[in-house]
């Protein structure tokens, strides 16, 4: 995932080529000094969702419909800053967009199985509270005349 030059694997065999990806640079806010005002270390990492051919057909339309409202045009944007270092800030976008595709592309987990509370459970609950209930009452200053 964090391979820079290269692929960068979704999951399982699945990966995005380096041809999909547009990198862009800018400078980036923030502390550095003198330096920070001549370096473009802010990364901006583009990948074309609704055009790629890198993703089987079933996860592309899964992840188009779960990053909806992310995506501009059906292009999904990643920006990095927080390192001080371009090459940093492209392993974090890198790594970032890997872990939303392969988040967008998951299957849906199993529907919930709904199950009864057994009895004796539901039994010794409301028998606790009866138990409470009594506890309670016997503070009351009513009986101590």
């Given at each position: 995932m964090g391979d820079v030059s290269g692929r960068h694997v979704i999951r399982g065999s699945v990966s995005l080529p380096e041809s999909e990806l547009v990198w862009r640079f800018s400078r980036s806010s923030g502390p550095g000094g003198q330096h920070v005002n001549t370096s473009d270390s802010q990364v901006e990492l583009r990948f074309d969702l609704a055009?790629?051919?890198a993703l089987p057909?079933?996860?592309k339309e899964r992840a188009l419909e779960r990053l909806a409202g992310r995506l501009v045009g059906g292009v999904l944007v990643v920006r990095?800053?927080?390192h001080r270092s371009q090459w940093r800030n492209r392993?974090?976008?890198a790594?970032?967009?890997a872990g939303l595709l392969a988040?967008?592309?998951a299957p849906p987990p199993r529907p919930r199985r709904p199950t009864r509370i057994p009895r004796g459970i539901n039994e010794r609950r409301l028998r606790e509270k009866?138990?409470?209930s009594e506890t309670k009452r016997?503070?009351?200053p009513r009986d101590w005349t």
């Open positions: 055009r790629t051919e057909p079933v996860w990095a800053s927080e392993e974090a976008a790594v970032r967009l988040e967008a592309t009866k138990q409470r016997g503070r009351s």
